[in-house]
């Protein structure tokens, strides 16, 4: 258990749709980051939080936006969901900007 | 921004062999380089990482070795047994701007140990 929990594990929805996914950090860990992971792809950094703030984006679609709240839950919110944004969506916490990411157990996304 | 290339993208292995996955980076700033292993259907978990004050780190059945002139670094996994198959992503830390920082991964390599 790396101490990272996400929600939910998984979710179905249709095209079209919201969805959001969130994130505890580890106890301590001021950074938070999320990842996306298509079938057979590896981990494409969308967007990174510390202690609030946004620190760094990837390559995160304008439908997909993210927060950190003041108590370091984060939130990826995904709008107008299409069918190849299906994937696993990994979040991950570090106790630096720069430091070890322990990565969530993932929120595993089906579009349809 | 950081790439990040990881090669091969998979790799078979006898029980008891060898493997070597490499990777290259394009930033030279690059100071931090970690390995994480992902078996099916888990999350990626940090086995080894090495920064770039060292050229080579052990642990145990696992090295990296770094060579920054040339911008590649390596994992070496020896006498490999049946639960090293996984696959093994590279990243390399590099500076995103305004004092943050940000991991880049390679794409992968999955590793399949031939009991």
């Known amino acids: 258990d790396s101490g990272v929990t996400q929600t939910p594990k998984h979710l179905i929805t249709a095209t079209g749709q919201r969805v959001t996914l969130r994130c505890s950090p580890r106890?301590?860990?001021?950074?938070v980051y999320w990842y996306q992971q298509s079938l057979d792809q590896g981990l494409q950094f969308l967007i990174q939080?510390?202690?609030?703030?946004?620190?760094a984006k990837g390559n995160i679609l304008e439908r997909f936006s993210a927060q950190q709240f003041p108590d370091l839950h984060s939130e990826l919110n995904l709008s107008s969901l299409e069918l190849g944004d299906s994937a696993l969506y990994f979040c991950?916490?570090?106790?630096?900007?720069?430091?070890?990411?322990?990565f969530g157990e993932g929120s595993r996304l089906t579009v349809l | 921004g950081e790439n990040v290339e990881q090669h091969p993208s998979t790799l078979s292995v006898q029980e008891g062999d060898s493997a070597v996955i490499k990777c290259t980076y394009s930033d030279s700033a690059s100071n931090y380089f970690p390995w994480y292993k992902q078996e099916l259907g888990k999350r990626p978990q940090l086995i080894i990482d090495i920064r770039s004050n060292v050229g080579e780190k052990k642990d145990q059945r696992i090295a990296v070795t770094l060579n920054k002139t040339a911008k590649h670094f390596s994992l070496h996994i020896t006498e490999t047994q049946p639960e090293d198959s996984a696959v093994y992503f590279c990243?390399?830390?590099?500076?995103?701007?305004?004092?943050?920082?940000?991991?880049?991964f390679g794409k992968g390599t999955k590793l399949s140990v031939i009991p």
């Open positions: 991950a916490s570090s106790p630096t900007v720069a430091g070890e990411l322990f």
């Open positions: 106890s301590g860990d001021l950074s």
């Open positions: 939080y510390y202690n609030g703030e946004e620190r």
């Open positions: 990243a390399a830390k590099f500076d995103s701007g305004a004092g943050s920082y940000q991991l880049t």
